[in-house]
């Protein structure tokens, strides 16, 4: 009888065990954000009353029920390179535990020297006026920079690129435009081309009086 109580004894400790599953069902992913930007980091947990200390490189930083998300001060280039997780405890019906760890990049972001030309084949001048620059932010264009083309047809003004805001792809997406007439042209670029020093943008933006409409090339070349 003592065998089977014993017996008995550990397997409800097991079926008790099992039957709390996973804590940390999401873990914290990695962050990259720009000079001055705070950073979101993020988890889910089976048991809502579990207490959620976060850490910062292995230091807490803040603690609370159901805690899912901690947000850094804005960022200086001193916090590239931290790391961010939790520890998770006193759950009611789930087990101690520890989240993964995430890392935080912080990077610069790069103003660039525009300089270029917008004209027709034939070099006649296709607009005077300011351009409208832009780069996507998961979805939405935001402003980046300013950036003018005067009577000779020649860029001045600078691109202003946060190497933050990547595409699904991880790469950035630049446009640039003007209204009237409708004229745009968008250009991918990968992160680490900026961020390896490229000082100045040239771009080259040729319209062909071809009939029955004019036809556009353009392109963006940095310069390092």
């Given amino acids: 009888m003592k065998f089977r109580s014993i017996l008995l004894s550990a397997v409800l400790v097991v079926l008790a065990s099992s039957s709390r599953g996973q804590t940390v069902t999401q873990q914290p992913t990695n962050q990259t954000v720009t000079v001055g930007?705070?950073?979101?980091?993020?988890?889910?947990?089976?048991?809502?009353?579990?207490?959620?200390?976060?850490?910062?490189?292995?230091?807490?930083?803040?603690?609370?029920?159901?805690?899912?998300?901690?947000?850094?001060?804005?960022?200086?280039?001193?916090d590239n390179g931290a790391k961010f997780g939790t520890v998770v405890y006193n759950c009611k019906t789930a087990a101690n535990a520890h989240s993964a760890v995430a890392g935080l990049i912080v990077a610069k972001a790069v103003t660039?020297?525009?300089?270029g030309s917008l004209k027709f084949d034939d070099q006649t001048v296709v607009y005077v006026?300011?351009?409208?620059?832009?780069?996507?932010?998961?979805g939405t264009w935001v402003d980046a920079g300013a950036i003018n083309i005067d009577a000779n047809g020649l860029f001045s003004g600078y691109l202003i690129v946060n190497p933050a805001l990547v595409d699904a792809a991880g790469n950035l997406e630049i446009t640039l435009g003007i209204t009237a007439p409708p004229l745009w042209v968008k250009q991918t670029f990968v992160p680490a081309q900026f961020l390896q020093g490229s000082t100045g943008l040239t771009i080259t933006w040729v319209l062909f009086k071809k009939a029955p409409t004019v036809t556009k090339a353009g392109s963006f070349e940095l310069t390092p």
């Avoid at 850490?55 to 930083?61: D, F, I, L, T």
């Avoid at 660039?112 to 300089?115: A, E, I, S, Y």
């Avoid at 006026?129 to 998961?138: S, W």
């Fill in 37 to 78: 930007q705070t950073a979101t980091f993020t988890i889910a947990i089976s048991d809502p009353t579990c207490t959620v200390m976060w850490q910062r490189n292995g230091s807490n930083v803040r603690s609370g029920a159901d805690l899912l998300s901690y947000t850094t001060a804005p960022t200086t280039l001193a």
């Fill in 112 to 115: 660039l020297n525009v300089t």
């Fill in 129 to 138: 006026g300011a351009i409208v620059a832009q780069q996507d932010n998961a």
